[in-house]
């Protein structure tokens, strides 16, 4: 093993303190880095994002952006419309448009990011609370309010939203040094959005590869899982404190500004509840077992919220030509056929599929009969290209 | 804070270089060993007050044993070895605890997930721990490094001055988080020496080239080879087939991934330490240009595999040795606990370091028995009779064909989060499946053409250690031939074209900075 080594060069520059800087080498790097500084410091400064108090919103452009995610927290918090859908990627394809026509309002945008966590929900439903013009405010209820209150997505920039400046330099970006510039030259700053049509053939792919798959495993047994009591007296809703303690803060806080509020529960296939714990990953793993918390967590729902005047729960687990039909999917999660997404959005506008204290022991009790008895893959059209 | 994090470029660093460079000007040496310190505790912090606490309780014990270990005289020999294994076991039980404790609960309850990364893992542990563990023994043994590194121990300020010495090695934060795992032999002479903490020009120069090569190997390579990546391997997982081209180019991604990632924070760890003065052990030399297990496994982690073999691999290979001699007396036999024990146990160690997971169990075993294997072929008459009617260049092409496809393999297998996903991966590498060529697009060949361009920097350019060479950018563990034909001639220098180069470097970096995704080795 060397010794510490002597560096040849120490005889050939001996440089130190600001002398330094007059390298050749170093001069192109030092122009960069300050580019960069100057540049990150400018969108503190000039906040096109309308972080700080000294900023002014953005406008945001129609249809939502799951790659600009991140950056369009605050401005989709404050985007001037009458519906905004704050939900994750198993609710993203549905379109603004299906919004505004079954719901009959003029501007409608939805804002789903990619496997969002409680955290992050948190972080934009108070942002929503605060700032957000809308008279109703969708919320996808996915499986992940099952997960700790504090879990959050290591993408998802909570470092705009704390009080610390500092750490805001990690804002900079192309794009917001982009916006930044646009602002002081005197432009109207449009986050660009995003049409889910783009998306599509990545869909298509994943749904044609699903159903292959499915087409190969249709005569598999499904794995067998422990069934609750349709009845679950015994869920402690203080095991989820996201769900019966903070989700009614942020819900009082949306309602007290005159919003109307509907929590949607993304309809998962029925296989999906028998084929969760082959997930291994953390966050699966954390809300095992799947169905019991499920169930458990939109009962907590249900008794938190589900006699509020201003809110509305929605669940369509039941309706089995969609949960119990794979040829919906493009996976065990994700729905991909857009007549499906239309019947959601109308029934929500209609006030069908409504999930109360009244009807939840039959939902649980159906759900549960279901999924049991989902033995095997349902039939399907193998040669379907949607 | 990542070294990726534009806080830690654009703030932390910066301050910390200026800081250093005025407090030696006008301070002293410890003053600045402090500031390090204080430094290194804001850089890890961010990870959790509670981690912090915990490393600066590790800190503490290993310093009072050591110290202990130093004060009691070798006449007490009994109790100094029991106070060096109290501190190993000490050191190795926090690591037991903190990558075993989530599986070996699971697993009593019946509710096994033999799955890495559901354990909430210190961020750094295994590193500062082996660095510890390290230098107990050092002291031990009455390393003279220990003895004059942490001074005089006499009275508080003694006392505090040593421990603040003893501190600022260890939670260094170049080094801290995912290493290199440094000696006190290396860092201590530096240290001493009349040029500690001034900021120089040749440092400057040498150590930002390393900086932005290191910053564009992670955020520009292996973050865009994880978007590649991490589709293959979820569909595997979720037990979706991939077409073959999908399937392959994943797992070489896989492994070009790792690399990049893993060797760009070392580069990275080595640029900032260079510039406040401090030459760090090189932990990659091109590994992935090996043409054999026995050749990557010097170039691949070298800090780690080193202290593996330091504290496992030759302790059991004495045993082994005096076991076989005094033991056996049939001579093929002797070479088992000789050579094969220690190997098998030392594979062994360095996967399951990884996690309790079935993959890296296999993993571990597939390279012991492949090392294994190595080993006894080169013993073979046969072996030398090829390579005496071989030209080395031929040896090492070939040699670098037969590795590679092996090698992506096992880390295709490290991988996966299971076995049935390597076995899903693998039906669609060797076309097992119905229909291997569905779904063959522009984009799977786009990003086939990614992947292999990426393995072809590894392949056929200089790493940053050889083209800094002339400039002695790291310590070099073990001596490695220099690439001397083609682009590997390339030599690096600090002028406007090689700052051109290194800015544009920069520039793509920055493009892609706001990203921040974690470094694969902080879970490990």
Redesign the interface.
């Known amino acids: 093993?060397?010794?510490?080594?002597?560096?040849?060069?120490?005889e050939?520059?001996?440089?130190?303190?600001l002398?330094?800087l007059?390298?050749?080498?170093?001069?192109?790097?030092i122009?960069?880095?300050g580019f960069?500084?100057i540049a990150?410091v400018a969108a503190i400064a000039v906040d096109p994002l309308d972080l700080y108090e000294w900023g002014t919103p953005p406008k945001l452009l129609p249809d939502y952006s799951v790659h600009k995610g991140r950056s369009m927290f605050s401005a989709a918090a404050r985007t001037d419309v009458d519906i905004l859908l704050i939900g994750s990627s198993t609710v993203a394809a549905i379109t603004s448009g299906q919004l505004e026509e079954e719901f009959g309002v003029d501007k409608a945008f939805n804002f789903s990011i990619t496997g969002p966590r409680p955290a992050d929900r948190r972080m934009i439903l108070a942002q929503v609370a605060e700032h957000s013009p809308a008279e109703r405010v969708i919320v996808s209820f996915d499986w992940s309010f099952a997960l700790p209150a504090d879990y959050a997505h290591?993408?998802v920039p909570t470092f705009m939203f704390d009080d610390n400046i500092?750490?805001d330099?990690?804002?900079?970006?192309?794009m917001?040094i982009g916006l930044t510039w646009q602002k002081m030259l005197g432009r109207p700053v449009g986050l660009s959005g995003w049409d889910y049509a783009s998306t599509m053939p990545g869909d298509r792919?994943r749904y044609?590869?699903?159903q292959?798959?499915m087409a190969?495993?249709a005569h598999r047994p499904l794995p067998e899982i422990e069934y609750p009591a349709p009845g679950a007296t015994d869920v402690s809703c203080s095991d989820y404190p996201l769900v019966s303690e903070i989700l009614p803060e942020l819900v009082d806080g949306l309602t007290s500004r005159g919003k109307a509020v509907d929590f949607i529960i993304p309809p998962y296939s029925l296989r999906l509840y028998r084929t969760w714990r082959s997930r291994?990953?953390?966050a699966a793993?954390k809300v095992r077992p799947f169905l019991a918390r499920q169930l458990a967590i939109r009962r907590c729902l249900v008794e938190a919220l589900g006699s509020h005047d201003k809110v509305r729960i929605f669940a369509f687990d039941n309706e089995t030509w969609i949960t119990g039909d794979l040829a919906n999917y493009r996976?065990e999660a994700h729905l991909h056929e857009p007549e499906v997404y239309s019947f959601m959005v109308s029934s929500m506008a209609e006030g069908r599929n409504r999930l109360t204290a009244d009807n939840f022991d039959e939902y649980a009790a159906t759900l549960i009969a279901n999924v049991a008895g989902s033995t095997q893959n349902p039939a399907h059209d193998e040669d379907s290209e949607r | 804070m990542l070294f990726t994090d534009p806080v830690y470029l654009f703030l932390f660093f910066p301050i910390v270089v200026i800081g250093v460079g005025l407090l030696r000007r006008y301070l002293g040496v410890e003053a600045v060993l402090t500031f390090l310190f204080v430094a290194s505790c804001i850089f890890y912090v961010g990870w959790g007050v509670d981690y912090l606490l915990m490393m600066l309780t590790s800190i503490v014990v290993n310093w009072v044993l050591s110290q202990i270990l130093l004060a009691l005289p070798d006449s007490r020999r009994g109790s100094r070895k029991w106070i060096f294994w109290l501190g190993i076991a000490f050191n190795i039980s926090a690591l037991v605890w903190f990558k075993y404790s989530f599986f070996i609960f699971n697993f009593s309850t019946g509710a096994a997930a033999l799955s890495a990364g559901t354990v909430a893992i210190p961020v750094g542990i295994s590193f500062y721990t082996f660095q510890q563990a390290v230098f107990l023994q050092d002291a031990y043994n009455r390393d003279t490094h220990v003895v004059g590194y942490l001074g005089n121990a006499n009275g508080a300020a003694g006392i505090s001055r040593g421990f603040v010495r003893y501190a600022a090695f260890i939670a260094f934060f170049p080094q801290l988080v995912i290493g290199p795992i440094v000696y006190l032999k290396e860092f201590a002479p530096q240290v001493r020496d009349a040029t500690f903490g001034r900021i120089r020009r040749d440092n400057l120069e040498i150590g930002l080239f390393l900086l932005v090569v290191g910053l564009f190997k992670k955020v520009v390579i292996a973050d865009n080879l994880a978007r590649i990546v991490d589709p293959g391997f979820q569909s595997a997982s979720a037990g979706a087939d991939l077409n073959v081209i999908e399937a392959w180019t994943s797992a070489f991604g896989y492994y070009g991934q790792l690399y990049f990632d893993f060797s760009g924070y070392s580069d990275m760890a080595l640029g900032a330490a260079r510039i406040l003065g401090i030459t760090l052990p090189i932990n990659f030399a091109s590994p992935l240009k090996a043409n054999s297990i026995a050749d990557f496994y010097k170039r691949w982690h070298i800090t780690l595999t080193r202290v593996i073999a330091r504290f496992m691999y030759t302790p059991i290979s004495i045993w082994g040795a005096r076991f076989a001699s005094t033991r056996i007396s049939w001579r093929p036999l002797r070479r088992f606990p000789l050579i094969w024990l220690p190997l098998l146990v030392n594979f062994e160690v360095i996967a399951l370091w990884h996690g309790a997971a079935s993959t890296f169990l296999l993993f571990g075993i597939i390279h012991g028995l492949w090392y294994i294997a190595e080993t006894e072929t080169r013993q073979t008459s046969a072996w030398r009779r090829w390579k005496s009617r071989t030209s080395e260049r031929t040896r090492n092409v070939l040699g670098r064909i037969l590795f590679t496809v092996p090698m992506v393999l096992c880390f295709a297998l490290f991988r996966s989060d299971g076995l049935s996903t390597m076995g899903t991966l693998m039906q669609s590498m060797f076309l097992l499946q119905e229909n291997p060529l569905a779904g063959i697009g522009m984009q799977a060949i786009l990003d086939a053409g990614l992947v292999f361009g990426a393995m072809a920097i590894c392949w056929f350019l200089p790493n940053v250690y050889e083209l800094t060479r002339n400039f002695k950018p790291g310590i070099f563990t073990w001596t490695y031939a220099d690439g001397n034909t083609g682009l590997a001639r390339l030599r690096w220098s600090p002028n406007l074209l090689w700052g051109v180069v290194t800015a544009g470097a920069a520039m793509a970096t920055l493009y892609y900075i706001g990203r921040l995704p974690p470094f694969l080795y902080l879970g490990f």
């Open positions: 093993m060397n010794d510490v080594p002597d560096t040849p060069a120490t050939q520059h001996v440089d130190t303190g002398s330094v007059r390298s050749m080498f170093v001069a192109p790097l122009a960069v880095f960069f500084w990150t290591p993408a500092f750490n330099l990690r804002l900079a970006s192309p917001v792919r044609r590869r699903f292959e798959r190969r495993e291994t990953d953390e793993l996976d």
